[in-house]
């Protein structure tokens, strides 16, 4: 499995930005796949993730009303649409994959990740 991250940039406080998961070698309906994101001096932390086999997904509380992640399966992509965005939420976002990833935050596979800066 390859996931390809993009989607990433600069934008100012109260913004938003999209960013994007290309998947290959496998289903985007066979398999969680989700975001993880690492700011400096900070431990990886858990961000979003959909399920493999329904549309239910799964948040961290800090992004909860403010980010969505969808899935388009015909692109075998996922999305992770960030709006209010605030400073805080500066960090390298990575895109990841595991078949228990819901339940464990724990990936199977990783992406590269994708700077986003959120200026105050």
């Known amino acids: 499995v390859q996931l390809q991250a993009s989607g990433g940039g600069l934008v100012q406080a109260g913004g938003s930005l999209r960013l994007s998961c290309a998947v290959s070698?496998?289903?985007?309906?066979?398999?969680?796949v989700g975001w993880f994101r690492q700011a400096p001096g900070k431990e990886r932390e858990f961000v979003a993730a959909t399920r493999r086999t329904s549309s239910n997904t799964d948040y961290a509380d800090s992004v909860k009303g403010r980010f969505t992640i969808s899935r388009d399966d015909a692109k075998n992509t996922v999305y992770l649409q960030m709006n209010s965005l605030k400073p805080e939420d500066t960090a390298v976002y990575y895109c990841?994959?595991?078949?228990?990833?819901?339940?464990?935050?724990?990936?199977?596979?990783w992406g590269q990740g994708t700077q986003v800066t959120v200026s105050s």
């Open positions: 990841a994959a595991g078949s228990r990833l819901i339940a464990t935050r724990v990936p199977d596979y």
């Open positions: 070698g496998r289903s985007v309906n066979s398999i969680s």
